[in-house]
């Protein structure tokens, strides 16, 4: 079946602990990026990646590091993660620079008390 | 990309068709339509697209006026499962830049399908 897995759904943890939120497709897609959401916000683009080793910033990367060392894992890393941060997560692909559509993850809820 | 306008909540009875609209009058001859919808805080799912003709999948109907001016998302049997917020984006196919795949939501329409 073809999806896009992230982990974990949930996390509560501690303002400087460091975390990753792993995502993974298995579409063979190119494109991914990562998005997170708050109320009154609506979804606002963190990072993407058009291919291996390449990625950029998207409106809101502060505080947020990724990486693209192979094609099917996008992961999030949150270094020094602040009480700002928490959200809901989503991560997403999609095959190229076509019009075919995103594909979204389940999201990952993070709380950084 | 082309700036949306959506009723932001409509209501629809179990059973009948739900009929949403979008209007993107500054749409481009390189954007394509797109609706997504959000089952409460669950991932953004994608529904339908298209270009110019209207186009049908297995979850809806898409309807593009001749302009492409508006369109109208047609789910033709609502269920109490169609309860979300739903979201018409309009974009180009490979925008490049910081746009390249970034999929921008506005506020979207809650349906709530009643029984």
């Known amino acids: 079946e073809a999806q896009v897995t992230q982990n974990p759904r949930y996390l509560i943890t501690v303002t400087g602990k460091k975390l990753t939120v792993t995502c993974s497709q298995n579409m063979n897609h190119e494109y991914m990026s990562w998005y997170r959401q708050d109320p009154g916000l609506g979804l606002r683009q963190i990072y993407y990646s058009m291919n291996v080793e390449v990625t950029d910033k998207g409106d809101v990367p502060e505080g947020y590091k990724v990486s693209r060392k192979e094609k099917r894992n996008f992961p999030l890393i949150l270094e020094s993660p602040s009480p700002n941060q928490t959200s809901l997560y989503f991560c997403?692909?999609?095959?190229?620079?076509?019009?075919?559509?995103?594909?979204f993850g389940d999201g990952t809820r993070l709380s950084i008390l | 990309d082309a700036k949306t306008t959506q009723p932001p909540s409509m209501d629809c009875a179990e059973g009948r068709a739900a009929n949403l609209p979008c209007n993107h009058s500054?749409?481009?001859?390189?954007?394509?339509v797109y609706w997504y919808r959000q089952i409460h805080s669950q991932g953004p799912q994608y529904i339908i697209h298209?270009?110019?003709n209207n186009e049908t999948n297995e979850m809806a109907s898409l309807i593009i006026t001749e302009d492409r001016k508006s369109s109208t998302l047609i789910l033709p049997h609502a269920t109490l499962r169609d309860t979300a917020v739903y979201y018409c984006i309009v974009r180009v196919a490979n925008a490049g830049g910081t746009s390249y795949g970034k999929l921008t939501f506005g506020q979207g329409t809650i349906l709530t399908v009643h029984p």
């Open positions: 500054t749409i481009s001859g390189n954007e394509y």
């Open positions: 298209g270009l110019k």
């Open positions: 997403a692909s999609r095959l190229g620079p076509t019009h075919q559509p995103q594909h």
